[in-house]
């Protein structure tokens, strides 16, 4: 099964979700802008991104500025609070399995998860 942090109103997140149903698969689709993911699933995500939470922040939505998360000092788990409570800080879209993740940026790369 594969868990897909879609955002609707994004283009890139829309096309990737449609990459996997045009092959049959139907993920979990959790609108991540509504419900978004717990810390603890936030910090599991990155485990398998096998990227730090830096890494996942949309720097150019107006929370990273007003929230001051270019400061290098945060400690991570700063960073992923403020996703969890300002979702839109989150990099989209994310599809997630049993053992991997990836970002689909490009779209083409949630097919990654199908081999």
Do not use: W
Request: aromatic letters at 4%; a neutral charge.
């Amino acid at each position: 099964m594969i868990r897909f942090y879609h955002n609707p109103r994004c283009s890139k997140s829309r096309e990737a979700l449609q990459l996997l149903r045009d092959r049959g698969i139907k993920p979990e689709v959790i609108d991540y802008l509504k419900n978004p993911p717990s810390e603890a699933e936030l910090e599991r995500i990155l485990t398998l991104l096998q990227l730090d939470a830096r890494d996942l922040l949309r720097s150019k939505e107006p929370e990273f500025e007003a929230l001051h998360l270019d400061d290098v000092t945060l400690e991570p788990k700063h960073l992923i609070r403020a996703m969890v409570m300002h979702p839109r800080l989150i990099e989209r879209p994310i599809a997630v399995d049993a053992q991997r993740a990836v970002i689909g940026r490009p779209p083409e790369k949630v097919l990654s998860l199908l081999s």
